[in-house]
T-cell receptor, first 114, second 111 residues
Framework: KAGVTQTPRYLIKTRGQQVTLSCSPI?????VSWYQQTPGQGLQFLFE???????NKGNFPGRFSGRQFSNSRSEMNVSTLELGDSALYLC?????????????FGPGTRLTVL | GENVEQHPSTLSVQEGDSAVIKCTYS??????FPWYKQELGKGPQLIID?????GEKKDQRIAVTLNKTAKHFSLHITETQPEDSAVYFC??????????FGTGTRLTVIP
């Protein structure tokens, strides 16, 4: 069974630009969550989608947005990039329903903002 | 919001010794307490989890304990091996459909 895939794996952008990251969940998983990982703040929850609907949102500015498609694939978008947005962005999928479902993480997309 | 504190931030042990990582949380609504292991260049991977109606759970060399009254939970790894070297995260759900991660413990097992 294929795991969670994220594209691209590495990305370099400049301040003010926007970026779109993609996540393909494990087949059959309907929930996709996004996390930001930085050395200073650790792993922080961005948002979670289930059946194309955003169910939960973390404490991030509106520049961070996401969506989920009917095939459960998800994208997240960051507009007007800032230096502090440099991080590893992790996507996790689960069958959905409750937080008791194991979340399977992808390898992440390393975003560098110059 | 939920606040998960994790100690120690780094831990070095000799191969074969035990390692213990401790966490506290603040939200009494938390009911699910997974532990994730993150190896270099990879995403976190679930290694064991415990629910609020259970005080202890063991899976081979790994065990977790939970004290819901005190809002403490711990990870115990016995007979450590070099492949146990990684960053470990304690996690809670705060009763919601998302996870709150601790700050992580970098475990190094010295051969």
């Amino acid at each position: 069974k294929a795991g969670v895939t994220q594209t691209p794996r590495y990305l370099i952008k400049t301040r003010g630009q926007q970026v779109t990251l993609s996540c393909s969940p494990i087949s059959g998983h309907r929930s996709v969550s996004w996390y930001q990982q930085t050395p200073g703040q650790g792993l922080q929850f961005l948002f979670e989608y289930f059946s194309e609907t955003q169910r939960n949102k973390g404490n991030f500015p509106g520049r961070f947005s996401g969506r989920q498609f009917s095939n459960s694939r998800s994208e997240m978008n960051v507009s007007t990039l800032e230096l502090g947005d440099s991080a590893l962005y992790l996507c996790a999928s689960s069958r959905g329903g409750t937080s008791y479902n194991e979340q399977f993480f992808g390898p992440g997309t390393r975003l560098t903002v110059l | 919001g939920e606040n998960v504190e994790q100690h120690p931030s780094t831990l070095s042990v000799q191969e074969g010794d035990s390692a213990v990582i401790k966490c506290t949380y603040s939200d009494s609504a938390s009911n699910y307490f997974p532990w994730y292991k993150q190896e270099l260049g990879k995403g976190p991977q679930l290694i064991i989890d415990i629910r609020s109606n259970v005080g202890e759970k063991k899976d081979q060399r790994i065990a977790v304990t939970l004290n819901k009254t005190a809002k403490h939970f711990s990870l115990h790894i016995t007979e450590t091996q070099p492949e146990d070297s990684a960053v470990y995260f304690c996690v809670t759900d705060a009763g919601a459909n998302n996870l709150f991660f601790g700050t992580g413990t970098r475990l190094t097992v010295i051969p």
